[in-house]
C-alpha cells in the first residue's frame, strides 16, 4: 500500500507549490488530516509538476519516502527558471539544490526520468 503521495498546490491555473500527504488511517480508520510537510516557491514563482526519485532505487527495504521531489521553477519577477531537488523527507521539503538554467523553462513542462536498467528492458 501507498504511504505517500505529493500534489500540485494550485493558485489558480498556476502550480505554485507541493505538498506531501500521509495516508495512513488513523486508530480510528480515518485518513484525517494528512498534509506532513508543504513547500510554496514564492510569489510569481511557478512550477512544472514535481517527480519523486528514490535514493536507492534497487533497495527494498528503503523507506518509501526516502528520495528527492524534483522540479522546474520559473520565477516571472526576475526572469529566471532553475531546476529544484527537494528532500523528500523533510518536513518543509527542503531544497538541497537549485540550479539556475539559462533560458526558461515553461510553465507544466514535463519530464520522464528512467533509470538505465529500466530502459535496457524495453
Do not use: W
Amino acid at each position: 500500500m501507498v504511504k505517500y503521495v505529493y500534489a500540485a498546490v494550485i493558485d489558480g491555473r498556476a502550480l505554485v507549490g507541493v505538498e506531501k500527504f500521509d495516508l495512513s488511517l488513523t486508530e480510528e480508520g480515518d485518513i484525517g488530516d494528512c498534509t506532513v510537510a508543504r513547500r510554496l516557491y514564492g510569489p510569481g514563482s511557478y512550477s512544472g509538476e514535481s517527480l519523486f526519485v528514490a535514493r536507492e532505487p534497487d533497495n527494498p527495504t528503503a523507506e518509501e519516502d526516502d528520495g528527492y521531489l524534483i522540479t522546474y521553477v520559473h520565477d516571472k519577477n526576475t526572469q529566471e527558471s532553475k531546476f529544484l531537488v527537494m528532500d523528500a523527507k523533510s518536513p518543509n521539503l527542503d531544497i538541497i539544490a537549485a540550479v539556475k538554467l539559462p533560458q526558461r523553462i515553461p510553465n507544466g513542462f514535463h519530464g520522464l526520468f528512467v533509470s538505465e536498467s529500466d530502459l535496457s528492458k524495453l
